[in-house]
């Protein structure tokens, strides 16, 4: 990626160094869209990220206690609220007792450590930048904070039905689209056009966070102590939501994996109107959204296949040979071409299909 000097955002360069090389250790997928970006989208998009995972790190911790991580989820709104006279060094404050000992925290913990640089680099960005990121990210975080509310009393969340998955599902994905698109749209924009983008922002969002919770059922049970699979969908089945990983219930449990990933799927039309819509400036790309959005129809496509694999810890994902795939078609791909090869992914992996053609 070439990144021009004089693109790059108003802050440190140390500060924002930090930043892309944090968004590298805590999401695969996100860090090939910064990667892809240019200056200086590729610098708002990488900080508003990070601001986002410094609460869904909380959200997901399971060593933290429901009250508290309401407490430290709406604390850190606060901090982000600029009506409000809450500090980021008070919420680094109170979160301090609840990181992982030095040399032991994960790469999220280390972004939620340094909370104050994360806030601070995001200080120095453009008033309009901040103007735009700031209100989907706070909708976020207090929405984490309600359903750690609402689940408290479960010690993790538990979804109980359809409306209140893919209400989560906003709070956690469809306000990243919301954001992504109010950065976009800061300039003249047709009005059609921005209407179509926020028509179908939240759907994108809602595709990307509906194919996480469906591979990923074996590890937020395990390691976080949350059920996102609806409770209603699992008893039409015969089972409950403790019994998720349960052996015997493997098949069961793999048939909602099934029917959720099939959920999924229905939001893959909008979610391609929003990319064939999405204006390219401000140094954005097709490719940075183009990747996640082809590499989720690619999951969906193995989950389709083999549902039990996200309940055994076994894991669904893509190859790696795919994803490089993915990436480097991109690279010369224009939003015409984007239906062919989501048709291509959908049937078998990328990579097969090049050989193939070659």
């Known amino acids: ?195 179509r983008l926020y028509d179908t922002a939240e759907e994108f969002g809602l595709l990307l966070q509906l194919v996480n919770i469906a591979k990923d059922v074996h590890d937020d049970y395990t390691a976080e102590n949350n059920v996102y699979l609806p409770a209603e969908w699992l008893e039409e089945e015969g089972i409950s939501q403790e019994e998720v990983v349960v052996p015997e219930h493997r098949s069961k449990t793999a048939s909602v994996v099934y029917r959720t990933a099939t959920h999924a799927k229905s939001f893959v039309d909008d979610a391609q109107t929003y990319l064939e819509t999405v204006p390219l400036r401000d140094g954005n790309t097709l490719a940075a959204w183009a990747i996640p959005f082809l590499l989720a129809v690619g999951t969906l496509r193995e989950l389709l296949a083999n549902p039990e694999h996200a309940v055994t810890g076994e894991g669904v994902k893509i190859s790696r040979k795919e994803v490089f795939a993915v990436v480097a078609a991109m690279n010369d791909t224009s939003a015409d071409s984007l239906a062919d090869m989501r048709q291509v992914i959908s049937r078998q992996p990328f990579h097969l299909q090049t050989t193939n053609a070659d």
């Open 1 to 195: 990626m070439s990144r021009h000097a004089d693109a790059r955002p108003p802050a440190t360069d140390d500060d924002l160094d930090w930043c892309h090389d944090a968004v590298q250790g805590v999401s695969r997928t996100f860090a090939l869209t910064v990667d892809v970006l240019e200056e200086p989208m590729s610098s708002y998009i990488c900080i508003g990220y990070l601001l986002c995972r410094v609460a869904d790190t909380i959200e997901d911790s399971s060593s933290i206690s429901p009250d508290e991580q309401a407490h430290l989820l709406r604390l850190y709104d606060g901090a982000l609220d600029p009506e409000d006279d809450t500090d980021i060094d008070e919420f680094v404050t109170a979160v301090e007792p609840h990181l992982p000992p030095e040399g032991e925290r994960s790469d999220d913990w280390m972004v939620v450590a340094n909370a104050e640089r994360v806030v601070r680099t995001f200080d120095a960005l453009p008033d309009d930048v901040r103007e735009a990121v700031t209100p989907p990210v706070r909708e976020l975080v207090s929405g984490m904070a309600m359903f750690v509310e609402r689940h408290s009393d479960t010690g993790g969340l538990r979804i109980q039905s359809r409306e209140e998955l893919e209400e989560y599902c906003y709070y956690a994905a469809g306000t990243v689209g919301n954001l992504i698109t109010n950065l976009v749209t800061r300039e003249n924009i047709d009005r059609e056009r921005k209407s």
